[in-house]
Antibody, heavy 120, light 107 residues
């Protein structure tokens, strides 16, 4: 069965960086992009970016350009989201989600979420 | 950037009633790249509908989606207790985005 398992909660100081991993299994890794979505406490969903897991090329929301790096390791069937220059406004649950493909809708499978807390 | 605006913000209904949720896009969506998600507290979003009107695996037929261009609707008939949650629409073109959500609460 398809699974996306994320790394554990993180507490970071302002100005630091955080890297969250998303380990996938149960399907062909290169066949589906991986998206990253975040949700601040009590707020809505915010799309951050995605990575083409086949060629490793990312696509970022304008809001996070210059601060967000999404990578993948095909041998580990994992994707990674690194956000730098953290502020309290980056405190959120970060989710990875599987993109679509022929006969497979996008965002059907999600990781369990990783809480990132930014606090001095 | 396409902005999605959902209405109403909150819908107060009783079990057994029907819910109609609206999602309006700031520009016409090319293709049918419109999805709906359900989210309950402390859970990841759950895909309900994609391609405007296709139900995701395991989603009961009391959920239906419709619309085109800039106006889209999620309809839930015969609300069950487990349907009370927050619902988000999403356009999943090259730069996906979500609406701000509609909370369906028990009246």
């Amino acid at each position: 069965q398809v699974q996306l398992v994320q790394s554990g909660a993180e507490v970071k100081k302002p100005g630091a960086s955080v890297k969250v991993s998303c380990k996938t299994s149960g399907y062909t890794f290169a066949s589906h992009h991986i998206h990253w979505v975040r949700q601040a406490p009590g707020q809505g969903l915010e799309w951050m970016g995605w990575i083409n897991t086949g060629n490793g090329i990312p696509n970022y929301s304008q809001k996070f350009q210059g601060r967000l790096t999404i990578t993948r390791d095909s041998s580990a069937t994992s994707a990674y989201m690194e956000l730098s220059g953290l502020t309290s406004g980056d405190t959120a649950v970060y989710y990875c989600a599987r993109g679509g493909a022929m006969n497979a809708p996008p965002f059907e499978y999600w990781g369990q979420g990783t809480l990132v807390t930014v606090s001095s | 950037e396409i902005v999605l605006t959902q209405s109403p913000g909150t819908l107060s209904l009783s079990p057994g009633e029907s819910a109609t949720l609206s999602c309006r896009a700031s520009q016409s969506l090319t293709g049918t790249y419109l999805a709906w998600f359900q989210q309950k507290p402390s859970q990841a979003p759950r895909l309900l509908m994609y391609g405007v009107s296709s139900r995701a695996t395991g989603i009961p037929d009391r959920f239906s989606g419709s619309g085109s261009g800039t106006d889209f609707t999620l309809t839930i008939t015969r609300l069950e207790p487990e349907d009370f949650a927050v619902y988000y629409c999403q356009q999943y073109g090259s730069s996906p985005g979500f609406g701000q959500g509609t909370k369906v609460e028990i009246k």
